[in-house]
């Protein structure tokens, strides 16, 4: 029983940085319609700016410096890419995304060199804590707590502030929302800015031993590839499925790990996201139109 | 005065189809003026490149100019004309449905300055007591009349000098298509200058001061409501045409049975 509930603190806590990731994804997909596989890019390049500066600025202004370099990069991306691409089809430019992504993370690998694996995850990496009977990897409680804040002032802001009527206005309809004066410009530049945002955190907990395995920030590029699926079985079109999506994976992966073997855990994802897909084509939460007969 | 002034318009989308040119016309403010015309007439080419959403369907204004209220607007975004004072009603209503009443009526006040929102929110619930009683149901779930006035009540709370309302009687009930015209008396007394861009003449003709009658892109006809219901050429378009005598009507009636007949008999052949 020990086991399982730690498999399950352990398994929500990969999710919830999953979820991260896919939240992200999923925010930029609903405004531009575009699928950005160049997401996993946008924490690498945000880890590998905070891993730059670390020893020199100390882990918290690393974590400034990683989380605003990656929505940076996120913006740029959208201005001087994806916003002049005006006639391209979205496939096209989800094929960008791919080309965007080989790039950078050919750059990043290639300035890492042969150098020992670089982690960040200081304050908590490789450190337990615990609780009752049960001991727990910092890393996991802290990713799940940091999830779980980020999750909620998400969801707020989405909700109540104009900024998340204007982002789920665009989702909608974009001629509408152009008729009710939303710049439709500021809409899709702040999606992606709040995917890199996201994606400059979650990296903080991928490029950590508990998590991200033994090479650090060279495998956080891989780990977050798993946030695909994520955003898929909780629905492209839905921000809460995309969170109950990162959530689902972990908990796959972790169970699957821990009671068949590793290897499996790492398939049983991408088996859930095919049943999903066979069950449900549009996602757990995906878009089902509400028509009035 | 003239608060909206189109001159020598012509619209293309794509590279090559030219569904629009040489349209001027003006429209005074606080009138209503009618756009009739049959369907691929231009009429919605013209609503969109007034409201700048050219470009979303592929169009763009390839001659002419576009004013409101003495600026140009024809080179702008949608948002920058929707805070100039335009607000459009679109084709189909687009209401937001999967946000509730509130929120979409929300979502048309975010041009408005916050200090007049609460103002203008009373002034579209007091229009349409009904988008209160629905306010926290989701929009896609209304009737269609309800929709409607969900869209004309959204683009209300922008508070625009100028409204413009694409086929706003599309699919509805004749009971709820005399509501819809009374809306745009009532919009129109309170001070909004309307453009009723409309396929049921009737309807628009009622409630217009002016008209003007598009046909293939190019603008036929123009003139007073009243005179233009009266026109031959728009009773026999647009009001389902008069017979000119009993015997006339006898005649066309004799026609139609007769084509009715050979109808009846090619379809027994095939039958057979």
């Given at each position: 029983m020990t086991t399982f509930v730690q498999v399950l603190i352990n398994g929500l806590g990969v999710g919830a940085v999953f979820g991260l990731l896919a939240l992200g994804f999923v925010i930029i997909f609903k405004a531009?319609?575009?699928?950005?596989?160049a997401h996993g890019s946008l924490a690498l390049f945000g880890g590998y700016l905070a891993y730059q500066v670390k020893d020199s600025i100390g882990w918290f202004g690393a974590v400034i410096v990683g989380v605003l370099s990656a929505a940076i990069l996120a913006l740029a991306i959208e201005r001087l890419l994806i916003s002049r691409?005006?006639?391209?089809?979205h496939d096209s430019l989800a094929i960008m995304t791919i080309g965007i992504d080989t790039i950078i993370l050919a750059d990043v690998v290639r300035r890492l060199g042969t150098a020992a694996a670089p982690f960040l995850?200081?304050?908590?990496?490789t450190k337990s804590v615990s609780l009752g009977s049960l001991t727990v990897s910092r890393t996991y409680l802290v990713a799940l707590a940091t999830a779980l804040v980020l999750f909620t002032l998400f969801f707020i802001a989405f909700r109540k502030t104009s900024w998340g009527l204007q982002m789920r206005a665009q989702s909608e309809n974009k001629e509408a929302a152009a008729l009710m004066g939303i710049r439709s410009s500021r809409v899709t530049a702040s999606a992606w800015v709040v995917g890199g945002l996201l994606a400059g955190i979650a990296v903080f907990f991928l490029?950590?031993?508990?998590?991200?395995?033994?090479?650090g920030l060279l495998s956080a590029h891989t780990v977050a590839f798993a946030a695909f699926p994520a955003a898929i079985i909780g629905g492209l079109t839905s921000t809460e499925g995309s969170v109950i999506g990162g959530l689902i994976v972990g908990l796959t992966s972790a169970l699957g790990a821990q009671y068949v073997n590793y290897e499996f855990g790492v398939v049983a994802v991408y088996l859930v996201m095919l049943v999903v897909l066979v069950v449900r084509p549009s996602g757990l939460f995906g878009r089902v139109d509400q028509v009035r007969v | 005065m003239i608060l909206l002034s189109i001159s020598d318009l012509a619209v293309r989308y794509?590279?090559?189809?030219?569904?629009?040119?040489g349209v001027s016309f003006d429209v005074p403010d606080q009138s209503v003026v009618a756009v009739l015309g049959s369907n691929g007439a231009g009429k919605s080419t013209l609503l969109r490149a007034i409201s700048g959403t050219l470009s979303l369907h592929g169009g763009e204004i390839t001659n002419g100019t576009i004013e409101l209220d003495g600026t140009r607007?024809?080179?702008?975004?949608p948002a920058a004309i929707v805070r100039r004072g335009l607000g459009q009603v679109p084709e189909n209503r687009?209401?937001?449905?999967?946000?509730?009443v509130e929120e979409n009526l929300r979502a048309g006040g975010l041009a408005t300055p916050p200090s007049r929102r609460a103002a203008a929110r009373a002034a579209v619930l007091d229009m349409f007591p009904k988008l209160a009683d629905r306010?926290?149901?989701?929009?896609?779930?209304?009737s269609g009349g309800e929709q409607q006035m969900l869209a004309i009540g959204r683009a209300m709370m922008g508070e625009p000098k100028v409204l413009l309302l694409d086929?706003?009687?599309?699919?509805?009930a004749p009971l709820i298509i005399e509501q819809i015209g009374r809306t745009v008396t009532e919009i129109n007394e309170r001070g909004t200058t309307v453009v009723l861009v409309e396929q049921n003449a009737m309807m628009a003709l009622t409630v217009a001061h002016t008209a003007v009658v598009l046909e293939v892109g190019e603008l036929k006809l123009r003139g007073d409501a009243d005179e233009l219901k009266a026109s031959e050429d728009i009773q026999r378009l647009y009001l389902g045409g008069h017979a000119e005598s009993e015997e006339h009507a006898d005649a066309e009636q004799g026609e139609a049975a007769e084509r009715l007949e050979r109808r009846r008999k090619s379809l027994k052949v095939w039958s057979a």
């Amino acid at each position: 029983m020990t086991t399982f509930v730690q498999v399950l603190i352990n398994g929500l806590g990969v999710g919830a940085v999953f979820g991260l990731l896919a939240l992200g994804f999923v925010i930029i997909f609903k405004a531009t319609e575009v699928v950005n596989f160049a997401h996993g890019s946008l924490a690498l390049f945000g880890g590998y700016l905070a891993y730059q500066v670390k020893d020199s600025i100390g882990w918290f202004g690393a974590v400034i410096v990683g989380v605003l370099s990656a929505a940076i990069l996120a913006l740029a991306i959208e201005r001087l890419l994806i916003s002049r691409a005006k006639h391209a089809s979205h496939d096209s430019l989800a094929i960008m995304t791919i080309g965007i992504d080989t790039i950078i993370l050919a750059d990043v690998v290639r300035r890492l060199g042969t150098a020992a694996a670089p982690f960040l995850g200081d304050p908590y990496d490789t450190k337990s804590v615990s609780l009752g009977s049960l001991t727990v990897s910092r890393t996991y409680l802290v990713a799940l707590a940091t999830a779980l804040v980020l999750f909620t002032l998400f969801f707020i802001a989405f909700r109540k502030t104009s900024w998340g009527l204007q982002m789920r206005a665009q989702s909608e309809n974009k001629e509408a929302a152009a008729l009710m004066g939303i710049r439709s410009s500021r809409v899709t530049a702040s999606a992606w800015v709040v995917g890199g945002l996201l994606a400059g955190i979650a990296v903080f907990f991928l490029a950590t031993n508990d998590i991200g395995g033994g090479s650090g920030l060279l495998s956080a590029h891989t780990v977050a590839f798993a946030a695909f699926p994520a955003a898929i079985i909780g629905g492209l079109t839905s921000t809460e499925g995309s969170v109950i999506g990162g959530l689902i994976v972990g908990l796959t992966s972790a169970l699957g790990a821990q009671y068949v073997n590793y290897e499996f855990g790492v398939v049983a994802v991408y088996l859930v996201m095919l049943v999903v897909l066979v069950v449900r084509p549009s996602g757990l939460f995906g878009r089902v139109d509400q028509v009035r007969v | 005065m003239i608060l909206l002034s189109i001159s020598d318009l012509a619209v293309r989308y794509g590279r090559s189809v030219k569904a629009m040119h040489g349209v001027s016309f003006d429209v005074p403010d606080q009138s209503v003026v009618a756009v009739l015309g049959s369907n691929g007439a231009g009429k919605s080419t013209l609503l969109r490149a007034i409201s700048g959403t050219l470009s979303l369907h592929g169009g763009e204004i390839t001659n002419g100019t576009i004013e409101l209220d003495g600026t140009r607007i024809d080179r702008m975004d949608p948002a920058a004309i929707v805070r100039r004072g335009l607000g459009q009603v679109p084709e189909n209503r687009q209401v937001f449905s999967r946000m509730s009443v509130e929120e979409n009526l929300r979502a048309g006040g975010l041009a408005t300055p916050p200090s007049r929102r609460a103002a203008a929110r009373a002034a579209v619930l007091d229009m349409f007591p009904k988008l209160a009683d629905r306010a926290s149901q989701p929009a896609g779930l209304l009737s269609g009349g309800e929709q409607q006035m969900l869209a004309i009540g959204r683009a209300m709370m922008g508070e625009p000098k100028v409204l413009l309302l694409d086929e706003p009687s599309l699919g509805l009930a004749p009971l709820i298509i005399e509501q819809i015209g009374r809306t745009v008396t009532e919009i129109n007394e309170r001070g909004t200058t309307v453009v009723l861009v409309e396929q049921n003449a009737m309807m628009a003709l009622t409630v217009a001061h002016t008209a003007v009658v598009l046909e293939v892109g190019e603008l036929k006809l123009r003139g007073d409501a009243d005179e233009l219901k009266a026109s031959e050429d728009i009773q026999r378009l647009y009001l389902g045409g008069h017979a000119e005598s009993e015997e006339h009507a006898d005649a066309e009636q004799g026609e139609a049975a007769e084509r009715l007949e050979r109808r009846r008999k090619s379809l027994k052949v095939w039958s057979a």
